[in-house]
Each structure stands twice: as C-alpha cells, then as structure tokens.
C-alpha cells in the first residue's frame, strides 16, 4: 500500500543537539487525510528531498519508507485529489452524522 504526503520537516544528522544511532534521514509528514507520522527516507533520496514536496511512501513492515519524490505539478495535483477526496468524505461522514443523531437536530 502506498500513501500520499507533504514533507513538513526533515529529520537528518544534520542536528548537532541530539545523537544519532546510524545516518538515516526520516521526514515529518502531513498526509492527505490529515494525520501527520515521521518514517524513514530512502538513502537514494537524501539528497532530493526537502520541505514542502510531495512524496510517496511505502506502507511496508517492519517500517515504511518514502520511495519517490514527485515533481511540483504532479505532486500537486495528486495532493488536489486526495485532498478533495478526502473533503468529500468528511462531509459525506458529518451529514451522515447529523442525520443519525437526534439531539444534533434541535434547536435551542
């Protein structure tokens, strides 16, 4: 399965505050569906990433890893659908919501 996200901050070596236990490179991530998670960076990729792109990440276990970086257009556009889809069933959820709760319909 893979999952669509937007890089928030890069969590690499780079921070002279902390220890490291090896030089992996994670990502802090906004998905589309509005949850945030940090996962691994591909080591091909450290050198392309960076705040604000979109990616591809491989829900695989023992853990997931970004596995591609896409280009602004098509990162943008693909980031549009899900956020759309997303949007969609967010509302579809709460008129179903509403609907179903009794006390939600009164006024006063």
Do not use: C
């Amino acid at each position: 399965m893979y999952h669509v996200g937007r890089v928030l901050r890069i969590i690499g070596n780079s921070d002279d505050r902390a220890g490291n236990a090896d030089n992996s490179i994670q990502v802090h991530l906004e998905m589309w569906d509005e949850n945030q998670v940090i996962v691994l960076l591909h080591p091909a990729l450290n050198s392309t990433i960076k705040e604000k792109d979109v990616v591809l990440v491989h829900y695989t276990q023992p853990e997931p890893v970004v596995v591609r970086v896409f280009k602004a257009k098509e990162g943008k556009e693909l980031w549009e659908i899900f956020s759309d889809y997303f949007s969609q069933r967010k509302a579809l959820a709460n008129k179903q919501l509403f609907r179903d709760n009794p006390a939600g319909r009164m006024i006063g």
